[in-house]
């Protein structure tokens, strides 16, 4: 078998499934679980561009795939930052389409995505030449195989992971080193290989963003990940045991679940707040879509926000400037520049929608919502039995 590795992990499946039926079970708001797959596609796609050295932040991410272009990041950045958002969602309608098939065609198609169709870097064709992965030093670390090679072995990679029959997140975390390990492409080898470990999740049924959005954890633990990769060997070796890899991945998958969890409930109850808040103001409860962006500190623009609730100029124009005065928001800048940030009102409002004694600022609202989530979901204790051999 191409890259080997020994099976039995059903310690850490096991525990994923039933992640999976609880998360299915979290009754949210409809419009609330709509912005958390937004959140969690924006922090995604911005951790797997950033470990590629594209240097956007999270709030970049957000407003590019809005349509409201930073104007501090690159074209080119912008393009890529689209392009991941655009490969992602790709893999996703084939796979609900039912009629998906692991084949070298669907590789190539996902980084031409990947990379924005820049064809200059290699866009939508194997490599044809020699490859190397260097360390941020600029050292060789891994030499893939001889371009001659790639062809024949994506046709094996597919042809394995099709007929395979693993558990979706051994199958995620296997595509993921293969493709890694086979470099086929000039560039855009670890984006592409990150979207695939996401849609073998997908295509397995666990389609929760919970477990379709792992780039974001690799991106906060980049040593464990680069590290993950050590038992491929200085060189490709099509017989290199890959349990290693398989076992990082899976214990990554379920820590992101565990922590995802937690948060889904935590914000989901701000969310509950926001709506409750705008209700006794007497405002539209669509605007929970700004007070929750302004919460977390990041700024709002009419036209950020206009695409987020999916209305005319006029409706979100009102819609803040009703913000503004009730203080919920306050406006900076003028006209085109203008942008919202949280009003003088907006902290202690929420304080007094979730009820207790809780200091009207972010740290104190937000740890009192954690302890709350905590105590529905229980996830501190699911967290400890996370992993083999833990008590």
Same mark, same amino acid.
């Given at each position: +078998? ?26 949210? @708001? ?31 991410? %957000? ?137 073998? +999740? ?6 929760? @963003? ?58 989901? %109850? ?20 700004? %007070? ?20 005319? @100029? ?31 009102? %907006? ?42 051999? +833990?008590?």
């Amino acid at each position: +078998m191409l890259l080997p590795f020994a099976e039995g992990q059903a310690a850490w499946t096991q525990p994923l499934n039933v992640w999976a039926e609880r998360l299915d079970e979290r009754i949210l @708001p409809r419009r609330w679980s709509g912005r958390l797959r937004r959140a969690l596609e924006a922090e995604a796609t911005t951790a797997s561009t950033r470990m590629e050295g594209v240097p956007v932040t999270i709030d970049d991410t %957000l407003r590019i795939l809005a349509g409201d272009k930073p104007e501090h990041v690159s074209d080119a950045d912008q393009a890529l930052v689209r392009g991941y958002r655009d490969g992602m969602t790709y893999v996703q309608r084939r796979a609900d389409d039912g009629r998906l098939v692991w084949n070298r065609e669907l590789v190539v198609a996902v980084q031409d995505r990947v990379l924005a169709g820049n064809f200059a870097n290699g866009a939508g064709r194997l490599r044809e030449g020699s490859a190397w992965v260097s360390s941020p030093t600029g050292a060789v670390v891994f030499e893939p195989p001889q371009h001659e090679e790639v062809a024949d072995l994506v046709d094996e990679m597919c042809e394995t992971i099709e007929h395979a029959g693993w558990h979706p997140a051994v199958a995620a975390a296997w595509i993921h080193v293969a493709l890694a390990a086979i470099h086929p492409f000039r560039d855009g080898n670890g984006r592409t290989a990150r979207v695939f470990a996401s849609l073998a +999740m997908y295509r397995g049924g666990f389609r929760h @963003p919970a477990f379709t959005s792992l780039e974001e954890w690799w991106g906060r633990h980049t040593q464990d990940y680069y590290g993950a990769f050590e038992c491929l060997g200085p060189r490709f070796d099509r017989n290199a045991d890959v349990t290693p890899f398989v076992e990082a991945h899976l214990e990554a998958q379920l820590l992101q679940v565990v922590e995802l969890a937690l948060r889904q409930r935590t914000e989901g %109850l701000l969310w509950i707040a926001l709506e409750n808040v705008l209700d006794d103001h007497g405002l539209p409860t669509r605007l929970a879509n700004a %007070l929750y962006d302004s919460f977390f500190g990041r700024d709002v623009t009419s036209r950020y926000y206009r695409e987020l609730i999916a209305a005319s @100029p006029a409706t979100a124009r009102n819609d803040l400037q009703a913000a503004t005065a009730a203080r919920l928001l306050a406006a900076i800048g003028e006209t085109r520049g203008r942008r919202y940030t949280p009003g003088p009102r %907006l902290m202690s409002a929420i304080a007094t929608a979730i009820g207790g004694s809780v200091e009207p600022e972010e740290r104190a609202i937000f740890s009192a919502l954690v302890d709350r989530a905590d105590a529905e979901l229980e996830v501190f204790p699911a967290a400890q039995e996370r992993l083999p051999g +833990m008590s």
